[in-house]
């Protein structure tokens, strides 16, 4: 069965300083990726997602993220946060063929100004 | 515009007593979900659906059924409501195959769901 792991439950940054979130996911096959935020008191939009080709994903608000087969890993990252990013940050997996989609617990993200 | 809307935002029950969520869309998209947020445990989904009279099981579909009579409206009943199913619930829409086909999600507002 597939699960997604973020390892950061709670991350507390600066304004301007850079931003990387972890996500491994355990299943073999081929997967679809995703990176979804929601805003305090808003519903969930997609960041980006990966289905193939160039591992290296860019998406919305300067916001990126590289998938590494070899690590299970599909890592969020921004060089220079700002207070407006402070959200939180879901990553997910769908199995490809599969039409379930499991997201991981979320990492809160809070950026002092 | 287009959008996923949830109705009612807000809702207080007791247990035992029959509820409806209702999830409409208007983007004629084919896959449907609901999901309960709940703190710690991110999102788990419920049921999906990939089409009007298809509907699946997610990863905690206990205590909760779904229908799809129409492709736009997706509703989440609670036969039997119970403490535990107090949660954040947001149902999503997604055109094609939704997450298998790497189409993403389009999320309502959410209703926030009590249950005494």
């Known amino acids: 069965a597939q699960s997604v792991s973020q390892h950061n439950h709670h991350v507390i940054l600066s304004e301007a300083a850079s931003l990387e979130l972890g996500c491994n996911y355990s299943?073999?096959?081929?997967?679809?990726l995703f990176w979804y935020v929601q805003y305090p008191g808003q519903h969930l939009q997609l960041l980006l997602k990966?289905?193939?080709?160039?591992?290296l994903v860019k998406g919305i608000k300067g916001f990126e993220a590289e998938f590494i087969k070899s690590k299970f890993s599909f890592n969020l990252r921004k060089p220079s946060v700002q207070w407006s990013d402070t959200a939180e940050y879901f990553c997910?997996?769908?199995?490809?063929?599969?039409?379930?989609?499991?997201f991981g617990k979320g990492t809160r993200l809070h950026i002092l100004p | 515009e287009a959008q996923v809307t949830q109705n009612p935002r807000y809702l207080i029950t007791v247990t035992g007593k029959k509820l409806t969520v209702t999830c409409s869309q208007n983007?004629?998209?084919?896959?449907m979900s609901w999901y309960r947020q709940d703190p710690g445990l991110g999102l788990r989904q419920i049921y999906y659906?990939?089409?009007?009279?298809?509907?699946d099981k997610g990863d905690v579909p206990e205590g909760y059924k779904v229908s799809r009579k129409e492709k736009r409206n997706f509703p989440l009943i609670l036969e039997s409501p119970s403490p535990n199913q107090t949660s954040l619930y947001f149902c999503?829409?997604?055109?094609?195959?939704?997450?298998?086909?790497?189409?993403?999600?389009?999320f309502g507002s959410g209703t926030q769901l009590s249950v005494l």
């Open positions: 999503a829409s997604s055109s094609g195959g939704g997450p298998s086909t790497n189409e993403k999600l389009f």
């Open positions: 299943y073999g096959g081929t997967v679809n």
């Open positions: 990966y289905f193939s080709g160039d591992p």
């Open positions: 997910a997996v769908n199995a490809a063929r599969d039409d379930k989609i499991i």
């Open positions: 983007m004629n998209h084919e896959y």
């Open positions: 659906s990939m089409n009007v009279e298809v509907t």
